[in-house]
């Protein structure tokens, strides 16, 4: 029997098709069908949109699905089934980049509002209600939360004193002339499971299988390998430039007075890396590319 994945449709979309793609599963979307093809036998693919993920899931309809933290907390507090998924990885990617996201109360720049206590009263727009309820609750206000469809940025000061919205960077919130007053909660993508899947042997490997090699792909984003020949003499020289995952991996060779060195680093420092390893005298330097770790 296939596993039925569900695989976020909107925002997260693209980012999740390059992370499978990583892993090894290549996904091919058509803009005509919600159920996309995968290049695994045992997988069916469903489009879903992330907000409702978490409730196919535990209904049984989907055995397995990413979506964010955000919505399974919006899920769970409603009144939707509890207790009937399972987290089973974090994954910590976004649509624009390998991070989390936050959600965030923010409110005009040139308002009064500096904390949660002073919108008592007032109304707030967002997308995440329940977790929004939830926030302001344990902050003793009472307030009015509003269900927004979208551009929740342009609706301050006029259709809401304040808004809960998602950030990455921030940008978009300065360029609606926003100031963030406080974190609401922080999100990243999980691959979660219905219980009964997991009940069941085949599908319970799948999904764990599945999670390793998306967590390996994710391990190696901004990660290269790194090779290298040097003489046994210059070996500590070399050794004291190199940061490492674990320990670089040294080999004997053919002649005795060389040895190979193997190790992976940051993407970000190689160019600077490579020129003092030259001047240490290693030889031979070769950067390749990671599409997995598996720690």
């Known amino acids: 029997m296939k596993l039925k994945l569900g695989i976020p449709k909107g925002s997260l979309q693209d980012a999740t098709v390059h992370l499978f793609a990583r892993a090894g599963f290549n996904i091919y979307v058509s803009s005509r ?46 009144d939707g089934r509890t207790g009937a998924l399972t987290p089973i990885a974090d994954l910590i990617y976004a649509k624009q980049s390998f991070g989390k996201v936050r959600w965030v109360l923010a409110a005009p720049e040139d308002s009064a ?9 007032k109304t707030i727009a967002t997308e995440l209600v329940r977790v929004t ?28 004193d304040a808004i809960v919205e998602a950030t990455e960077t921030g940008s978009t919130l300065r360029a609606n002339r926003l100031r963030i007053i406080d974190t609401v909660m922080e999100s990243n993508t999980q691959l979660i499971a219905n219980n009964q899947a997991l009940s069941d042997s085949s599908k319970r490997t799948k999904i764990e299988n599945l999670a390793l090699l998306l967590r390996a792909a994710i391990e190696a984003q901004g990660r290269v390998g790194l ?9 500590h020289a070399v050794l004291a430039l190199l ?27 190689v160019r600077d890396l490579i020129p003092l390893l030259k001047a240490a005298r290693a030889e031979g330097i070769v950067e390749y590319p990671l599409n997995k770790i598996v720690l």
């Open 33 to 78: 069908s919600y159920f996309p093809s995968i290049d695994d036998p045992d997988i069916e693919c469903m489009l879903i949109r992330a907000q409702e993920m978490a409730r196919y899931v535990s209904d049984g309809v989907l055995d397995a699905g990413l979506t964010g933290q955000d919505w399974i907390a919006e899920h769970e507090l409603g």
């Open 113 to 121: 509002v500096r904390s949660a206590k002073d919108l008592e009263g």
């Open 133 to 160: 309820r939830a926030y302001f609750a344990r902050q003793r206000v009472k307030i009015n939360v509003e269900f927004s469809w979208g551009a929740t940025e342009v609706k301050p000061p006029v259709l809401a």
């Open 227 to 235: 090779m290298l020949n040097v003489r046994s003499a210059d070996l």
């Open 243 to 269: 940061p490492a995952l674990q320990r670089p991996t040294i080999s004997a060779l053919s002649d005795n007075a060389w040895v190979a060195v193997n190790t992976i680093i940051e993407e970000r420092t």
